[in-house]
């Protein structure tokens, strides 16, 4: 069974790089699938990030491209986000997720997500 | 690129059915069965995937929920309500012109 577990701190100041780690434990990475990470500011609506493909393929969100970074570690399992530049509107709980194959835009599994504060 | 559109708000009786819509644009919702339906039981709390390309359950969804589409607006309806479908549902959908997933704003379902 394929779990996913985010960890990164859970309070950045406003200008600052916030950059989370996901761990796949259950399935290898390399094995294929798209990873992806996913926000929820409170109280709305779920924003896709973007996606990475073992191989290092990248798409993201053009609302955000210019400040996030997606990259994948294959030696240790697991992939990360950096967004630089954050502002209080992203304060959100970030989620961590695979993709249900390899066409796919569907997310089955999901990492119970972490709060990510912005404020000084 | 906009969110999908969906109602803020249904509600329905134990044992009734109730259908949620989702509605976009031929640039998404309408150009692919590539629409997927969330149910989160609580903001904070990971979504659960309940259908995925329109009308598809993973395994382990109850056949109570199902899918469809017609045109730009994609629908999720789930029959035989029961109080644990109490949840926020949100509609996705793959969008070719960026090349990325966009999600409804979400739509809050209360059994009465």
Same mark, same amino acid.
């Not at chain 2, 134990?14 to 309408?30: L, M, N």
């Not at chain 2, 644990?84 to 959908?93: F, G, I, K, M, V």
């Given at each position: 069974q394929v779990q996913l577990q985010e960890s990164g701190p859970g309070l950045v100041k406003p200008s600052e790089t916030l950059s989370l780690t996901c761990a796949v434990s259950g399935y290898?990475?390399?094995?294929g699938y798209y990873w992806g990470w996913i926000r929820q500011p409170p109280g709305k609506r779920l924003e896709w990030i973007g996606s990475i493909y073992h191989s290092g393929i990248t798409y993201y969100n053009p609302s955000l491209k210019s400040r996030v970074t997606i990259s994948v570690d294959t030696s240790k399992n697991h992939f990360s986000l950096k967004l630089s530049s954050v502002t209080a509107a992203d304060t959100a709980v970030y989620y961590c997720a695979r993709n249900m194959g390899a066409d796919s835009s569907a997310y089955p599994y999901w990492g119970q997500g972490t709060l990510v504060t912005v404020s000084s | 690129q906009s969110a999908l559109t969906q109602p803020a708000s249904v509600s329905g009786s134990?044992?009734?059915?109730?259908?949620?819509? &989702?509605?976009?644009?031929?640039?998404?919702?309408?150009s692919y069965n590539l629409v997927s339906?969330?149910?989160?039981?609580?903001?904070?709390?990971?979504? !659960?995937?309940?259908?995925? @390309?329109?009308? !598809?359950?993973p395994l382990g969804v109850?056949?109570?929920f199902s899918g469809s589409k017609s045109g730009n607006t994609a629908s999720l309806t789930i029959s035989g309500l029961q109080a @644990?479908? @109490?949840?926020?549902?949100? &509609?996705?959908?793959y969008a070719l012109s960026s090349n990325f997933?966009?999600?409804?704003?979400?739509?809050k379902l209360t059994v009465l």
């Open positions: 290898s990475i390399s094995g | 134990p044992g009734q059915s109730i259908t949620i819509s &989702c509605t976009g644009t031929s640039s998404d919702v309408g339906w969330y149910q989160q039981q609580h903001p904070g709390k990971a979504p !659960k995937l309940m259908i995925y @390309e329109v009308s !598809k359950r109850s056949n109570r @644990e479908d @109490e949840a926020n549902y949100y &509609c996705s959908s997933v966009i999600f409804g704003g979400g739509t």
